[in-house]
């Protein structure tokens, strides 16, 4: 007999409610024994579920406690993306500025690192010269 779940593509319709009919004759012993393993897993995913919100909750509060700033950071900005606030037009224009004012503050660092080596090199070549 060919498992309802799986049908083969080349079973007729005809055959397939007759292996339909067959499962639903035996179903209700199978029934109660798979409606009791189903409470059971849902027992355990259940218990599961609840050790793991037991864990994260003390790992939140924890961290909470140590980093109180950083865990508001972190909540304000899950609410900010769960709200929707990336798709906006306010948002474009802050990602954009804050993009702008990154690459001028690399500038400055880069340019400033130059400058700094070149009087670097100089005081070094002014005083090979003078000794």
């Given at each position: 007999?060919?498992?309802?779940?799986?049908?083969?593509?080349?079973?007729?319709?005809?055959?397939?409610?007759?292996?339909?009919?067959?499962?639903?004759?035996?179903?209700?012993?199978v029934?109660?024994?798979?409606g009791?393993?189903?409470?059971?897993?849902?027992?355990?995913?259940?218990?599961?579920?609840?050790?793991?919100?037991?864990?994260?909750?003390?790992?939140?509060?924890?961290?909470?406690?140590?980093?109180?700033?950083?865990v508001?950071?972190?909540?304000?900005?899950?609410?900010?993306?769960?709200?929707?606030?990336?798709?906006?037009?306010?948002?474009?224009?802050?990602?954009?500025?804050?993009?702008?004012?990154?690459?001028?503050?690399?500038?400055?660092?880069?340019?400033?690192?130059?400058?700094?080596?070149?009087?670097?090199?100089?005081?070094?070549?002014?005083?090979?010269?003078?000794?």
């Amino acid at each position: 007999m060919e498992s309802s779940e799986h049908p083969s593509p080349f079973t007729s319709p005809r055959a397939r409610a007759s292996s339909d009919e067959e499962e639903r004759r035996v179903s209700p012993a199978v029934d109660v024994v798979a409606g009791e393993e189903l409470r059971e897993a849902v027992q355990d995913v259940a218990g599961s579920l609840e050790q793991l919100y037991r864990l994260v909750g003390t790992y939140v509060s924890r961290k909470a406690n140590d980093r109180p700033y950083a865990v508001l950071g972190v909540a304000a900005g899950a609410g900010f993306v769960l709200g929707g606030g990336l798709a906006s037009h306010l948002t474009r224009v802050l990602l954009s500025q804050a993009g702008r004012l990154a690459l001028i503050s690399g500038a400055r660092s880069m340019a400033d690192s130059t400058d700094r080596r070149r009087d670097f090199t100089r005081t070094s070549n002014n005083e090979r010269s003078s000794s």
